[in-house]
C-alpha cells in the first residue's frame, strides 16, 4: 500500500498548483482520502478530504472557495488544486487514506488525521514572490 504525492513546487502569490496523490498495491474506490500540510509553525492541519461513497467533499475554512479536491478512480488518483495561493499556504502537502465506512464517513468533515491510516511522504509547496 502506498501514496505518492507529486505537483509541488514553487509558485507566487496568486498563482496555482494542482497536487497529485497516486496510489499503488491498492484501489482508492474504496477509501476516502484527504490532504493534510505540515508546518514547523502551525504543525499538522487538515485542508481537505473526499469521501468515496458518495464523492462529498469537506474543506478547511482556510482552503473553502480557493481548493478543490477530486478523484479520478479510473486512474486511481485524488487531486488537490489550489487556486489563489497565499505565502501562508506554504507547507509539506500529504495525501492520506481511510478504509471506508459508515462510521469514519461521518467524521471526515473534522479533517483529523488520527482518522486516516496510509500516508504519502509528503509534497513541499512553496507560495513566495
Known amino acids: 500500500v502506498q501514496l505518492v504525492e507529486s505537483g509541488g513546487g514553487q509558485v507566487q502569490p496568486g498563482g496555482s498548483l494542482r497536487l497529485s496523490c497516486a496510489a499503488s498495491?491498492?484501489?482508492?474506490?474504496?477509501?476516502?482520502i484527504a490532504w493534510f500540510r505540515h508546518t514547523p509553525g502551525k504543525g499538522r492541519e487538515g485542508v481537505a478530504c473526499?469521501?468515496?461513497?458518495?464523492?462529498?467533499?469537506y474543506y478547511a475554512s482556510s482552503a473553502k472557495g480557493r481548493f478543490t479536491i477530486s478523484r479520478d478512480n479510473a486512474k486511481n488518483t485524488v487531486y488537490l488544486q489550489m487556486n489563489s495561493l497565499k505565502p501562508e499556504d506554504t507547507a509539506n502537502y500529504y495525501c492520506?487514506?481511510?478504509?471506508?465506512?459508515?462510521?469514519?464517513?461521518?467524521?471526515?468533515?473534522?479533517?483529523?488525521?488520527?482518522?486516516?491510516?496510509?500516508w504519502g511522504q509528503g509534497t513541499q509547496v512553496t507560495v513566495s514572490s
Open positions: 492520506a487514506a481511510d478504509r471506508e465506512t459508515y462510521y469514519s464517513r461521518i467524521r471526515y468533515h473534522r479533517l483529523d488525521p488520527a482518522d486516516f491510516g496510509y
Open positions: 473526499i469521501s468515496s461513497s458518495d464523492g462529498v467533499s
Open positions: 498495491g491498492f484501489t482508492l474506490d474504496a477509501y476516502g
